[in-house]
Nanobody
Framework: VQLVESGGGLVQAGGSLRLSCAASGRNFVGYAMGWFRQAPGKEREFVAAISWSSGRNYYADSVRGRFIISRNNLENTVYLQMNSLKPEDTAVYYC??????????????????WGKGTLVTVSS
């Protein structure tokens, strides 16, 4: 099983980036997908999650209104559109997959699958 993130990079404050995560290696029908991030010296934190049907989306307070999570189940891909980026959004962003929409929001809850991360750097 592989979750491969892409789309990270360097952007100025106020700019936008779109992260992608391609999942492969098993049947992900019914799986919730999520994004987490980890800044230098800090613990990994929840960013956003989306249910299989896309009917339920969840966001951390720090990104609500600026980030949008979406998915394409035919392509087994989840996206994170990040707008109005701030320097404090600088982190390695990780994609995750789990059958539970509850578990997918907990960075230490035993999520089934993780990607290796993509670095986002926001300059001031």
């Amino acid at each position: 099983v592989q979750l491969v993130e892409s789309g990270g990079g360097l952007v100025q404050a106020g700019g936008s980036l779109r992260l992608s995560c391609a999942a492969s290696g098993r049947n992900f029908v019914g799986y919730a997908m999520g994004w987490f991030r980890q800044a230098p010296g800090k613990e990994r934190e929840f960013v956003a999650a989306i249910s299989w049907s896309s009917g339920r989306n969840y966001y951390a307070d720090s990104v609500r209104g600026r980030f949008i999570i979406s998915r394409n189940n035919l392509e087994n891909t989840v996206y994170l559109q990040m707008n109005s980026l701030k320097p404090e959004d600088t982190a390695v962003y990780y994609c995750a997959a789990d059958p539970s929409i509850v578990t997918i929001q907990d960075p230490v809850g035993g999520i089934d699958y993780w990607g290796k991360g993509t670095l986002v750097t926001v300059s001031s």
